[in-house]
């Protein structure tokens, strides 16, 4: 259980540069979170590679493009639970975490250095997920 404290404050209260201030923060506090999130999501696809085992209902998951490893089944539904998000969203950010760190390895290092929006990246995964390897990585040299 979390004990962090949430501090409140008045939007009515602050003059146009302390809005802008409280904007930027806001953005930077965003970015920050997001990046972690798309850390922490690909830790918990390596942290559930996919098996050997043969059983269909045990089968490994492609979240990811081409390149990217596969996951066990089911690695998305805890996550979702976790997130109070549907499965079908948690699989999209393990395979957008997937995908920015194998296919598109530029752009990962700038969401993590904060260069870069979170929901940027995850666009141009998705946008990406079906060219092959070379070809994503050929995007990540172009931006």
């Known amino acids: 259980m979390s004990t962090a404290v949430v501090e409140r404050f008045e939007v009515v209260d602050l003059d146009p ?13 965003e970015r920050r979170a997001t990046a972690r999130k798309l850390a922490l999501a690909y830790q ?6 996919a098996t050997d085992r043969s059983n269909v ?4 998951e492609s979240l990811g ?10 690695t998305a539904e805890p996550l979702a639970v976790r997130l109070r998000i549907t499965p079908g969203a948690a699989a999209a950010l393990i395979g957008d975490a997937l995908d920015l760190v194998h296919r598109h390895p530029r752009l990962w290092r700038k969401v993590q250095a904060l260069r870069v929006p979170a929901w940027q990246a995850r666009r141009v995964a998705q ?12 995007v990540d040299d172009q931006l």
């Open 17 to 29: 540069s302390g809005v802008l201030d409280a904007l930027s923060d806001s953005d930077a506090e």
């Open 44 to 49: 918990w696809a390596v942290l559930h590679p």
């Open 57 to 60: 209902l045990e089968s490994p």
């Open 65 to 74: 493009g081409d390149g990217t490893p596969e996951v066990a089944a089911f």
């Open 127 to 138: 946008q990406t997920r079906t060219l092959p390897l070379p070809s994503a990585r050929w």
